[in-house]
């Protein structure tokens, strides 16, 4: 009796840090320091390990501009947006609460950087650690609060359970990308930049390709290549009643956006499905204006229509299928 109690003693005296949340990291097959009796594998272990490796496949979700959350991380080079802190958020900065703004992907990859003015640049093109995009941004935007300013942030493992994006930004701040045709808003002052700064940039801008959002619908944008132009269209209407809709439009030879143009598949990014139009050459993106905001009023009769799709509907869409990609 007295060597069993010798050895439940320490499993007792470890769950004080339990009470606060504080697990420490254990061997798997040590006891949990929560004095559950357990393995760690078994109990507090398990639970981190779920946290670390569960894939959210819509970061986005809840955010105002979904869609376009999903473009600016998957199609688009060069584009900021200003976000808006919740007011709860902002109410616990230290004195002027900073502008912050989200960038399409920042010089070295950086998640965020403090500008020398306070101001906050939060990165979108980064790394996920965690499986929760949303969550990425967010520990990158809190460090990015509570940084220096003049100071950029460094990567680094997101900690499983802190705030989410959708926790700390104003749901109700309307989202309004701005695509830029180079990189000169990671400065301060483009007109200043000299050596190798410059030449940084103007790298950085050689590679962009061009790329135009169109006004007239919702998360559509338009692509030059050397070869041919593209119409790449982010949409939120459930995959597969999107699939359906665009095999009978397709079935119908009405799923074109203009004369010489064609639905040529579609890909997965985020959760949401993103049709893909080939364009010729001379097609830009003002004459796609039209023609798409005539297909968004096509695909929502579409969508209505309750009717089992026919043969060649059926065709169709398993031909979409079989061209459709996964990103994420």
Known sequence: MGKKAA????????????ATGEIPVVGARENCPCGSGRRYKACHGREASHAVQELVHRPFEGLQGEADWVA???????????????????ATATGEVPSVTLATVLPLAWPALRRQDGSILLGLQTQSSS??????????????????????VPARRTVPGGRRLQDLLDASAAFEPAVHTGFEFWLEDAGTATGEVAASLERANASAIPTEKLTGVDAAYWCGTPDKNHLRWVMTVPEEQLLDALARLTA?????????????GSFRAHGLTVPV???PLGMTAADCEK??????????????????LTADERRARANLVNRQVTLN
Request: proline content about 13%.
């Open 277 to 279: 139009w080939d364009l």
């Open 252 to 264: 119908a030879e009405q799923s074109a956006i203009g004369p010489d143009t064609r639905l040529v």
């Open 7 to 18: 050895k439940k003693a320490p499993q007792r005296s470890q769950s004080t840090p339990a």
């Open 72 to 90: 600016l991380r998957e199609l688009v080079p060069a584009a900021t947006v200003p976000l808006t802190l919740a007011p709860e958020v902002a």
């Open 131 to 152: 499986g929760d995009l949303s969550r990425d941004l967010a520990d990158a935007l809190e460090l990015a609060l509570a940084t220096e300013p003049g100071t950029p």
């Open 291 to 308: 023609p798409a905001a005539e297909f968004a009023e096509r695909l929502a009769a579409t969508l209505a229509d309750p009717a089992p």
